[in-house]
């Protein structure tokens, strides 16, 4: 036996006994490591899930919870089936030949099955579609207008018990009793437009006064997710550790991956995995060094990630020769980010039909309403290309202020001790950071927001005409339904409309993102893979340690916490399907190309 150098010191010697001996250990408490325990305990397994942090869940229990699905039970429930060789089709071609087919298949067959075994597993597991949130290319052969997004119900936490104060809550906790379900959202962000909007509305004030009276404490999306994950697990007393970071796997003579080294009250244990070490440790948004070595376009930690995802398992897994891959890349998210470092998204805003987003030289440069991580490749290769795009500036009116939901504004009159903003003027605070800018003229707006004010006026009047006209001739705004979905239904086009009087807002947005997306190359089952495309036998990763199998992509909403529940559900299966420390001939048909 031996081990690969320790990264702590006190890690224990080569040739040392276990300290536990478990058939599969998965490292990390997210979406992908959650999934891959409950399939592995279910094959038979005995399984020990080692979470670094104090809280479980990762950025999953931090996110929307959207989960990309095709095919998921909750779809066919509602009578709607997509044909698998579609789906691929579909997924090969916005992957772009960067990732194997095989993947693409294991994927689209098996994440239907890892839902329909999570629903079976436990009365928890209960999962929702939610028609109408189309995929990112719906047009393309093989995208769906209704799209493939599963969400969970809210849940009341105290269901936890003791592991309630475990759950890890997002940084910029609702106020106490506001939750939004995942079928709320669009209707919110319509309250100044329709009685259904205003019906949320009320339902919000309800459920903050239930709160208050009864206790409540519920949770949704991401963190309703993780917390029925947890209890699915408590009801089969799969072990979790908790503040026992991974440090190293171990390896035996020939390569093969035996187990690792956990710390746990400082102690360093070394657990033999008989089966397989699973490693869904997340990405490394949160190694700035590593980041700006990769990508030096993004120096700032703009990152909505779990604050400890620092690439802890794709190191591990390149200690023992695995190779990696889409590393520049990560699951872009245009955002604001606040002077107290807060990060708040920019999605509904950019589906907002009066308002236009300029570069550095007051050019628009891309579909403003297009799917994140397209926007997010727009700034890097416009800065890229020598023109600032990262910040860039989102440019609206007073109307807009006015009628829409802005970055958490609701456009109500003011109701004194409300917990967000309400009223007519933007926040002076807002104005004093420097994030969003007030102007009288566009000249003024130009000075302000450092653009050429000729530029930026011929962008406003190319923008205003186009909008009158109601097609973006230049850009396409408003062509694909995915545009629509949070743009005005009361428009012809809901994603465009002139620009009205003055005072001119401007929002500075930076290039935020939801994690990295790059890491460990892996096969269609979830093996780690070297360079060569040979598996490392005993190792196995998902998530956002691996390098994702939606390529630079991102298919709907839901495509990354889909592919890192389904590739660990894929990943136990497998260590379930093979010998205990068996040594195999192993052929590979690659990960990504
Ligand atoms: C605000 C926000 C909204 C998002 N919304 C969505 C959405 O709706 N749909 C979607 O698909 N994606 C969304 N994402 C992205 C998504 O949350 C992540 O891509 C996904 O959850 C990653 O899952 P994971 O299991 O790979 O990692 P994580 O959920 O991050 O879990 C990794 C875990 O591993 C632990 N860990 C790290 N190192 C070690 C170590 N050495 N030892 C032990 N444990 C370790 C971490 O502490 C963490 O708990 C969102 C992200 C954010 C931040």
Redo the contacts with the bound molecule.
């Keep these: 036996m031996t081990t690969e150098e320790p990264d702590t010191a006190g890690a224990p010697d080569s040739g040392a006994g276990y300290d536990e001996t478990v058939d599969v250990l998965v490292?990390?408490?997210?979406?992908?490591?959650?999934s891959a325990a409950l399939k592995a305990d279910a094959d038979g397994l005995e399984v020990l899930i080692?979470?670094?942090?104090a809280?479980?869940?990762?950025?999953?229990?931090?996110?929307?919870?959207?989960?990309?699905v095709p095919n998921a039970p909750a779809q066919r429930r509602a009578g709607v089936e997509l044909n698998p060789d579609e789906v691929v089709a579909y997924l090969k071609t916005i992957t772009g030949g960067l990732v194997t087919e095989q993947r693409l298949r294991m994927y689209v067959e098996k994440a239907p099955e890892m839902m329909a075994f999570l629903e079976e597993r436990s009365d928890w597991m209960q999962f929702i579609w939610k028609p109408g949130y189309a995929d990112y290319y719906p047009e393309l052969e093989g995208g769906s207008g209704q799209g493939s997004?599963i969400n969970v119900p809210p849940m009341d936490t105290r269901a936890l018990g003791p592991e309630e104060n475990e759950l890890?809550e997002?940084l910029a906790l609702a106020p106490k009793g506001i939750w939004l379900g995942p079928m709320d959202l669009r209707l919110f962000y319509q309250v100044r437009q329709n009685w259904r909007g205003k019906a949320v509305l009320l339902k919000l004030i309800w459920r903050m006064v239930r709160a208050r009276i009864f206790g409540d404490r519920i949770v949704t999306?991401?963190q309703s997710l993780?917390a029925r994950l947890r209890l699915a697990l408590k009801e089969r007393n799969i072990r979790l550790w908790l503040d026992?970071?991974?440090?190293m796997l171990l390896t035996d003579p020939d390569g093969r991956v035996t187990g690792a080294v956990?710390e746990r009250d400082g102690a360093q244990l070394r657990i033999e995995a008989r089966r397989g070490v699973i490693l869904?440790?997340?990405?490394f948004e949160r190694d700035m060094d590593r980041r700006r070595a990769e990508l030096p376009e993004v120096a700032t930690d703009w990152?909505?990630?779990?604050p400890?995802?620092?690439?802890?398992?794709i190191r591990?897994g390149e200690k023992v020769g695995a190779a990696t891959d889409l590393m520049d890349e990560s699951?872009w998210?245009p955002a604001v980010q606040w002077p107290d470092g807060r990060?708040q998204?920019m999605l509904n805003e950019r589906m907002m039909p009066a308002q236009f987003i300029v570069n550095g030289a007051g050019e628009r440069f891309i579909n403003e309403a297009a799917p994140y991580m397209d926007f997010g490749h727009a700034m890097i290769e416009g800065q890229r290309a020598g023109t600032v795009h990262i910040p860039c500036w989102l440019i609206t009116d007073e109307r807009s202020w006015h009628r829409y939901v802005i970055c958490g504004h609701l456009p109500i009159p003011k109701v004194p001790f409300a917990p967000v903003p309400t009223g007519g003027k933007v926040p002076r605070t807002w104005l004093e950071s420097g994030v969003v800018v007030e102007a009288g003229s566009w000249d003024e707006l130009a000075a302000k927001i450092d653009v050429p004010a000729g530029t930026l006026k011929a962008t406003a009047e190319r923008f205003g005409e186009l909008a009158r006209k109601g097609h973006d001739d230049d850009f396409g705004r408003g062509d694909s339904v995915y545009d629509n979905y949070y743009g005005d239904p009361t428009l012809p086009n809901p994603n465009l409309y002139p620009i009205g009087k003055p005072p001119y807002y401007a929002f500075r947005i930076v290039l935020g993102d939801?994690?990295t997306?790059g890491g460990l190359r892996t096969d269609e089952y979830a093996r780690v893979l070297r360079a060569d495309d040979t598996v490392i036998d005993g190792l196995y990763a998902?998530?956002?340690?691996?390098a994702a199998v939606m390529g630079r992509s991102y298919a709907g909403?839901?495509?990354?916490?889909?592919?890192?529940?389904t590739f660990?559900y894929v990943a136990a299966q497998h260590c379930a399907q093979r010998e205990p420390s068996e040594t195999e001939t192993i052929e590979s048909t690659g990960g990504n190309r």
Excluded: C, Q, R
Aim: zero cysteines.
């Design positions: 490292v990390g408490s997210g979406g992908g490591g959650l080692v979470e670094k942090g809280k479980y869940g990762g950025s999953t229990a931090l996110s929307g919870g959207g989960i990309w997004t890890l997002p999306i991401g993780i026992a970071p991974m440090h956990v869904a440790t997340g990405g990152s909505f990630g779990n400890l995802n620092v690439g802890d398992g591990a699951w998210f990060m998204f939801l994690g997306s998902t998530g956002n340690a691996s909403a839901g495509a990354t916490i889909g592919p890192a529940m660990g």
